[in-house]
């Protein structure tokens, strides 16, 4: 099964900047999405940020447009979410996200996450 491996993330100053990155492992299948998800302290369901397609351009959530931006490789099945202009509600733990398209279904496979908090 496809796995996610993230890194980055940390503590960060309002108005500062981060940047998360994903890789997936080799998949026997198409990796129709990419995109991050986060939970918030104290939240009990995920959040999505954005997701890129294998073609076409990431979409947004409303709270990180203008701020967030994703960029992914197709052919090194990576994704990066750069974060700029990061305020306290963006504190949460950040998840990959991948759809895979199986043969007959999508298959949805999460990375571990990974803390990103923002505080004076």
């Known amino acids: 099964q496809v796995q996610l491996v993230e890194s980055g993330g940390g503590s960060v100053q309002p108005g500062g900047s981060l940047t998360l990155s994903c890789a997936a492992s080799?998949?026997?299948?198409?990796?129709?999405?990419m995109g991050w998800h986060r939970q918030a302290p104290g939240e009990d369901q995920r959040e999505l940020v954005g997701?890129?397609?294998?073609?076409?351009?990431?979409r947004y959530s409303d709270s990180v447009k203008g701020r967030f931006t994703i960029s992914r490789d197709t052919a090194k099945n990576t994704v990066h979410l750069q974060m700029n202009d990061l305020q306290p509600e963006d504190t949460a733990v950040y998840y990959c996200?991948?759809?895979?398209?199986?043969?007959?279904?999508?298959?949805?496979?999460w990375g571990q996450g990974t803390q990103v908090t923002v505080s004076s």
């Open positions: 997701r890129a397609p294998i073609i076409g351009d990431p």
């Open positions: 996200e991948a759809l895979i398209q199986q043969a007959t279904d999508y298959l949805t496979v």
């Open positions: 080799k998949s026997e299948y198409p990796i129709a999405v």
